[in-house]
């Protein structure tokens, strides 16, 4: 089954705590993004990744660190959280920049 | 910049009572249009994608259609089971994929 897993689903942590939300594509696709969703905001685009080792940022990349070291991983890193990155966050995968996006079901942060 | 607008925010229908929702749109150079829905809790899932002025698709009750300056989606005779949040996002050709609008929460009574 063509999918898009993130992990965790729920994660709550104290602030300045590293923290990583893993992101793992089995649909062979190039293009994958982190996405953050916040009420009245819509989904906001952290970062990109065109392919391996290419990564960019998106609208909001502040706080956030991206690798892609495998095509099929794309893991973002907090490396010290704060409460305002309190969000729901969803990870997505695309076979070209274009085409439809499949996304994660979701990662619910929240920093205390 | 591009930019997407969606209205109405929220919209209440009886079962059966057909509507619109509303996309509007500013891209430098658009490459595609996407319709998504998403459920409380779960991630966006992938409807229609629009190329070009003109261009309609359509999935069970849902039609989608596409002017130089916004999208429609149109629900006819909704049921509950239609009860969620449609996106809409634009793409212009860069490798950032996707912006996308604040989303509409249709809400269907039996």
């Known amino acids: 089954e063509a999918q898009v897993t993130q992990n965790p689903r729920y994660l709550i942590t104290v602030t300045g705590k590293k923290l990583t939300v893993t992101c793992s594509q089995n649909?062979?696709?190039?293009?994958m993004s982190w996405y953050r969703q916040d009420p009245g905001l819509g989904l906001r685009q952290i970062y990109y990744s065109m392919n391996v080792e290419v990564t960019d940022k998106g609208d909001v990349p502040e706080g956030y660190k991206v690798s892609r070291k495998e095509k099929r991983n794309f893991p973002l890193i907090l490396e010290s959280p704060s409460p305002n990155q309190t969000s729901l966050y969803f990870c997505?995968?695309?076979?070209?920049?274009?085409?439809?996006?499949?996304f994660g079901q979701g990662t619910r942060l929240t920093v205390v | 910049e591009d930019q997407v607008t969606q209205s109405p925010e929220a919209l209440r229908l009886q079962e059966g009572e057909s509507s619109s929702l509303n996309c509007s749109y500013t891209v430098s150079g658009l490459r595609g249009l996407f319709w998504y829905r998403q459920d409380p809790g779960k991630g966006p899932e992938f409807l229609f994608t629009?190329?070009?002025a003109g261009e309609e698709k359509e999935k069970e009750r849902l039609k989608a259609t596409l002017t130089k300056k916004e999208s429609f989606l149109h629900i006819t005779a909704p049921k509950p089971e239609d009860s969620a949040t449609y996106l809409c996002?634009?793409?212009?050709?860069?490798?950032?994929?996707?912006?996308f609008g604040s989303g509409t929460q249709l809400t269907v009574l039996p």
């Open positions: 629009l190329y070009s």
């Open positions: 997505a995968s695309s076979l070209e920049g274009v085409s439809e996006a499949f």
């Open positions: 996002a634009v793409n212009s050709g860069s490798a950032r994929q996707l912006t």
């Open positions: 649909m062979n696709h190039e293009y």
